[in-house]
Each structure stands twice: as structure tokens, then as C-alpha cells.
């Protein structure tokens, strides 16, 4: 393993997110009904704003042997590994076992799901575990 790794959402998923903002706006212009029009035009900007956090925050984690940084909207953060606790949280959601990555520091809680890390937490948490040893 190399002295860095970093996570983001995968293109795939970011492309399909685009996507969906273009076919949201073909509704708002070709469909007739004005509710039909609001809710098309809801779904295009929350699919436009998931794409443009995906597109803009890459890659979302990085690690290496002194720490993490963490991109989000307010700029990217550094964080040493002493002052950091990563652990695995797992949920049973709709009959599914879901993972998430929480890292915190201090008063401050970041968690990540696959779909923000590209992959699943448990990987991620194996390769920062390596990372900060």
C-alpha cells in the first residue's frame, strides 16, 4: 500500500446525477400541468445541487501518515491522527445492513457513507487503520 489514499463519489454515480438534472428540466419544459412543472423543477435542483457537491468536493477524504483531510463546502480541513477517533457504525435499514465511517474530532462528527466514499466504509476503515499506524 502507498503512504496515501483518497475516497470520492464514484463519476458513474455523478454523471447519472447530471443526468437527472437534464431529464428534470425536459419535464419542466414539456410537461403542461403547473404541479407537474414544481415538483420537475424541485427534483432538478436537489439532483443539481447532489451532482455539483459531488463534481466540486473530490476527493471528499484523504489519508496519509500524518492525518486526514476532509473536503467539504466551507474549504478543506486537516486533521492529525492523534487528535481523531474513526470507527464503523452499522444500521439495519428496510431489511439491510448499512455502514457508515465516522470520524470525529473533538466537537466536530464527519460521516461517510459509500456513496460519498465510493466504496464501502469497512474498506475505508481498514486502509486508514494501515495509514495510521
Known amino acids: 500500500m502507498g ?13 447519472v446525477g447530471w443526468v437527472g438534472v ?16 414544481l415538483l420537475f423543477g424541485i427534483a432538478a435542483l436537489v439532483l443539481a445541487a447532489a451532482a455539483t457537491h459531488g ?12 492525518g486526514l483531510r476532509i473536503r467539504r463546502i466551507g474549504g478543506q480541513i486537516r486533521l492529525a491522527w492523534p487528535a481523531t477517533r474513526t470507527r464503523l457504525r452499522t444500521a439495519r435499514r428496510l431489511g439491510r445492513d448499512t455502514a457508515t465511517l465516522e470520524i470525529e474530532s473533538g466537537e466536530q462528527l464527519f460521516v461517510f457513507g459509500w456513496l460519498e466514499l465510493g466504496t464501502d466504509p469497512r474498506e475505508v476503515l481498514d486502509v486508514l487503520s494501515c495509514l495510521r499506524s
Open 55 to 66: 463534481t466540486l468536493l473530490r476527493p471528499r477524504l484523504t489519508a496519509d501518515r500524518d
Open 3 to 15: 503512504n496515501s489514499a483518497s475516497w470520492a463519489p464514484r463519476p458513474a454515480l455523478i454523471v
Open 22 to 37: 437534464v431529464l428534470a428540466l425536459a419535464g419542466v419544459v414539456g410537461y403542461h400541468d403547473r404541479r407537474g412543472q
